[in-house]
């Protein structure tokens, strides 16, 4: 079993930048992809970055160029950095992964989410 602890999410005016950062329990390199994902109010959960242990990373077309996701193995974290933000980013960030061990079924773990709010 896996946890998932995110921190980093606040108030940020418009334009603005935050790190979120994610904490797995354990170590992550069964975990590919990790991901953040985002809900705002009355939306679907969406994602909103994604990546590999190999280092290759998917964005939602209006993320690219103000995020970037990273993950360091060895601390068994996810950090996503963002810059220039927008109201339009509001919402609650979870961290996601998907586990994979042999001979079982893989296994998707959730963060409880952080809030990110922009707003002046």
């Known amino acids: 079993q896996v946890q998932l602890v995110e921190s980093g999410g606040g108030l940020v005016q418009p334009g603005g930048s935050l790190r979120l950062s994610c904490a797995a329990s354990?170590?992550?390199?069964?975990?590919?992809?990790m991901g953040w994902y985002r809900q705002a109010p009355g939306k679907e959960r969406e994602l909103v970055a994604s990546i590999y242990n190999g280092g290759s990373s998917t964005y939602r077309d209006s993320v690219k160029g103000r995020f970037t996701i990273s993950r360091d193995n060895a601390k068994n974290t996810v950090d996503l950095q963002m810059h220039s933000l927008k109201r339009e980013d509001t919402a609650v960030y979870y961290c996601?992964?998907?586990?994979?061990?042999?001979?079982?079924?893989?296994?998707?773990?959730w963060g409880q989410g952080t809030q990110v709010t922009v707003s002046s």
């Open positions: 354990g170590s992550i390199f069964s975990i590919n992809p």
């Open positions: 996601y992964g998907k586990q994979w061990r042999i001979g079982v079924p893989p296994s998707d773990y």
